[in-house]
DNA sequence: AATGAATGAGACTTCATTCAT
DNA sequence: AATGAATGAAGTCTCATTCAT
């Protein structure tokens, strides 16, 4: 069942190789070869090599996190914290995707559009994520800030993760507990009146 | 004035061309065009193409910020925003060389230190100006925190802004004045007995 | 008959341009061109350059000569005038290889140790022919003494000879007659008893 | 005193690379390098790389060897021996040159021709000290005979010396003492009448 | 459907040579 | 006299892409 389908493993291969050396300096004779397949079926299947980096996007997982799995409704730093844990597992798992999209999200705008909407999908997801903990005793506008305060700096972390020497993001509860006690501290502010 | 010298011209040229398509789909020889000298003087004075990206990062210009051009005491959010201004007007100015650092940082050493470096001072100078604008009445962990968050959605928001139409950087007051209020709010718990 | 495959004809074009100008001296382009074929097609059987020396070595011709054509048992000088004769004209129907092989021996071992290989076979060529012709009445010592010194001026003949006008090895007949002598008059000094 | 001229420094260096690596394979700016003076001043001096090749031929060293020095009259096989021991010293002192001289043979006429001098010089050479230690006792055309195939032999025992890892000459004693010999039966049978 | 031989444009780089100083 | 900046031709090699089979 791991007998992958050549055309699979020709995309894996380039995801592979787009991320470690970059769409432009990775031969198509080098994915042919990581892939373990004849030269010209690379072509085959792909006329143009661009052609691979849009089929790369094109099966982008949408591993969506489902805010549920993570939230704890009152505890808004431990939902944070377990959201954050999650993020990072998704990261680690696919470090091709994520170096890849970042790499040539210069050059191919079908890749800066798909880093763009992930990103986007990252913000709703910690608005759901604050809400789901603070409940609703929140301001709009301050979950919004937080959200893309927070969202902002776990991409960023996660940027330059790839640049370090072992993929791996920074500590970051000391900023992720700042934030819940700033958020909390609007709650209890705005409901003495109550 | 602009007559300069071709050695750096060929530098701003090979600058803009990295930024624009990446080291490794920039031929030297059109770098050599843009500059408009010929296509051995760049070997002459560069000897590999990577010498040229090497000699780019050495003469990266350390625009330090004095944080006493931004801060004013007592007012937080308003030595924040007026950072974040300044910041984004030398983004702004020197977007070739912000482009060139995350581009190429995946796959050169140098770059990637480089761009190390620069996001250490950023969090450094956020600092400052956190500890200048609201005096030393707050804890060292909650200023540290706060730094790293905005030093890191300050850089993001500068990383997809390369993304954008325009490269102009994404609307940011929320989140600063969002982030002024949580730490000001900390200062007046801690200081109860006022 | 002579619509050699393309390798085949750049294989000889390489050897022919070596031996004319030398190694360092022939563009691959040229091979291209004499050969009749893109230059890319060059580079596609031979990745590199020196790639094509070594397979112009490795189809090294072993035209072994089998000294029973030569030798006429009894008839010393006439078997070495025969011989030389037989390897004058090997010499003469393949000199590209013969000039390749002490144009590069210099700076390509590979190339060296043909050349060294080769005069080994040429050194016990002679051995046999001259135990052939003269039958085994000769001391051991004497017969390696003469193949050594017969072997190292045939090959210098043929050495200089690449550098002459028109390639044609010098007149020989006296040294090799002059040698025959001084073997046989060991002959007739070892068996005095006769 | 040791103090050369940069010019001559310039010929020096050439003669070691040309020696080293060919002509075409050394730039004449690791000339200057090695000769330790500015690159100008190499074509400032040779204005094309191969006038330093007839430079260098020109100012070849013309170390004849006085056959009085090796000649003991009646000992043809000594005299001999010592020649080739005086040989292989000019030799080995000027490996640079023989490399020279036998590497751009093929390419260079000028070359050519003083590689082809200094064989007939040899020939003369041997062709004294065959007499003058053997007395005029011999018959002419032995003495050519042999002198040619000596100096045959030992031009190439250096050629080929040139290619050992320690341009160290092979033994040749044995073959010397067999020629000698050769050449001494027939003094005895060309006197018997005595 | 699949393959790998073949192509040619063009990339990087080296280098002899010129020339202004 | 001496220098080293500057030039551009040319060399080796890579590679996406095509195509016959």
């Known amino acids: 069942m791991t007998e992958d389908s050549a055309k699979e493993r020709i995309l894996s291969a380039a995801e592979e190789l787009f991320a470690e050396s970059g769409f432009e300096a990775t031969p198509t004779s080098r994915i ?5 397949v004849p030269k ?10 661009s052609d691979l980096l849009a089929a790369l996007v094109d099966r982008l997982p949408d591993e969506q996190i489902e805010p549920a799995t993570v939230v704890v ?3 808004l730093a ?3 914290r377990r959201l954050v844990v999650e993020l990072d597992r998704r990261f680690t798992g696919s470090l091709g995707l994520s170096h890849l999209l970042w790499r040539e999200a210069d050059t191919h705008h079908v890749v800066r559009e798909a880093l763009a909407d992930r990103f986007q999908q990252l913000v709703r997801l910690v608005h759901s994520v604050i809400v789901g903990a603070a409940g609703g005793r929140l301001a709009v506008a301050d979950v919004d800030n ?6 902002r700096a776990v991409s960023h972390r996660h940027a330059t993760a790839r ?3 072992d993929d791996r993001p920074a500590e970051f509860d000391g900023e992720l507990t700042f934030l819940a006690n700033a958020l909390s501290s609007k709650v209890r ?6």
């Not at 042919?32 to 373990?36: D, I, M, S």
């Not at 502010?189 to 109550?194: I, L, M, N, T």
């Open 78 to 80: 431990g939902s944070l």
């Open 40 to 49: 010209g079926l690379v072509h085959y299947y792909f006329r143009r090599k």
């Open 163 to 165: 640049h370090s020497r």
């Open 32 to 36: 042919a070869e990581r892939a373990g």
């Open 189 to 194: 502010k705005a409901a003495p009146a109550d």
């Open 73 to 75: 409704p009152g505890d």
């Open 146 to 151: 937080a959200s893309g305060l927070l969202a």
